[in-house]
């Protein structure tokens, strides 16, 4: 019979053998085969090679990306997962009675008057901005044109020459331009711009990128120059308006739109030649054809979106690109897919968004009278 001190020593055996196997075993088998780590940093990192052990790389506890390990003991990184959506906006003070913050469809949406809309919107960029420049970083703003940005644009040149801000590491690109108008052209979004911030911010050539307006020719060298310029300026913030027919910049409803959609030339549709007509003294035919625009993959990636909404043409838009589902139909819902995106429109745009979302509380009705008087068409 074994004595109780062999007994023991056999029991502290196995013990001891089941420890260096259970911990031994997973690293024999390829140690974990997923990693998650933080995305921010993944750029450089997975620029060295591939080779360096794993743990000296990502030293911090992983969370959101996940990098697989293949037979030949490389990581590759998987798809991000998605990141949280994200609350950097906020609502000062004296907007607080005034503003309305809600969610529908898991996107963010402020309804406000345009006046403090644009107050508010410009606030947020200026503070993107100084918040940045603080750190000594350059800042890149992509910008829209149409009635819509236009209280945002009056604030800023107001804050401006108040000095709230400064421009010397702001560069700005624009999001589209019409095909065929002379350079100096007032109708060209390129004069637009000059004429309601370029000027005003004091912004040089240099600062200021805008396709050109020329016609186009073959293999369009201004959609390369304009992609690489995309590409050495990423955009800290993107300023967005919305068609009636749910358009952004120019990506107008077409089955085959998707959020991978290129930069390219695309072909204007009535509908949105008839609403800039106003701008051609009211003559559609005066209206190009074809512009050039950002594509939903370039204005997707921008850090963060905000689209701006007046008016009651524009609430069947609203509705359906913020409540779904996402289709090429109504391009921009396939902003739905980007996770730091805010939606600010007035009470009028947000009508049919209220109804079909159905959250309706009474002090949204209290704040809003029009949003529930409004018959629907
Ligand atoms: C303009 C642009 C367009 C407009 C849209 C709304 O650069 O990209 O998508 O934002 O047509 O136009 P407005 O603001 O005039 O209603």
Known sequence: MPSRFQSYKSFFKQLTL??????????????????TVPVEGLDS???????????RMFPDKPKFATLKKSPDRTYTMDRPKPLKRQTWWTIPKELKNKAFACQFNKQHVIVVDKEKGGALVAQWMI??????????????????????????YENLVKAFREQKFKTDNLSTINLDEYIGLEPGDSNSYKQFMR??????LELTDDQFHIFDSQAQSENDPEIQRLQKLLTQNPRHFQLLGIGENGHIGFNEPDD?????????IVKLTESTRKANAPYFGGDTTKVPTHARTLGPKDILHAERIVVLAWGEKKKAAIANSILGPIKPQVPASLLQKHLNVVWVMDAEAAATLFKQGGRVTREMARQFPTLFQTPEK
């Open 127 to 152: 503070d993107q901005l100084n918040e940045r420049e603080a750190r000594n970083l350059p800042t890149t703003f992509g910008l829209a044109t149409g009635s819509s940005p236009i209280p945002v």
């Open 45 to 55: 990192a997975l620029r060295k090679p591939h080779r360096i052990p794993i743990k």
């Open 256 to 264: 085959t739109l998707s959020a991978e959609t290129p930069t390219r």
């Open 18 to 35: 089941a420890v260096v196997l259970l911990t031994t075993l997973p690293i024999l088998m390829g140690a974990k085969k997923e990693y």
């Open 195 to 200: 004429q309601h911030l370029i000027a005003d």
